[in-house]
């Protein structure tokens, strides 16, 4: 993956109307982000256009509106997926079900 900052959007795997966005900065194996209520600290590794990392998700904001991407407001995510020059999609994993991510480069890190 190419060092940058990403747009990011969330969305059950199984579909559904559940959705969220949120930004991503990917900067040499590591992951850092957010969106209006939490943020995401990770790791991340990759070759060949293809990659696999982790992170966890924290609240950063309390609000009525406070939608959780992953179903909680604390949670570890897993995901692999596949990657080109300023995209990538992922499945991701945690213990409140799977997920489809689809990341899109909107600016150098």
Known sequence: MDNGLYFVRVEPAGGGRAENGGVLVLRDGRILGGDAFFYYVGTYS??????TGEFSTRQHTRSELA????????VAVAFSGTYTQGTAEVEATCDHGGYRLALRRIADA
């Open 46 to 51: 990759g070759a060949d256009g293809r990659w």
């Open 67 to 74: 939608k959780p991407a992953f179903g909680a407001k604390e």
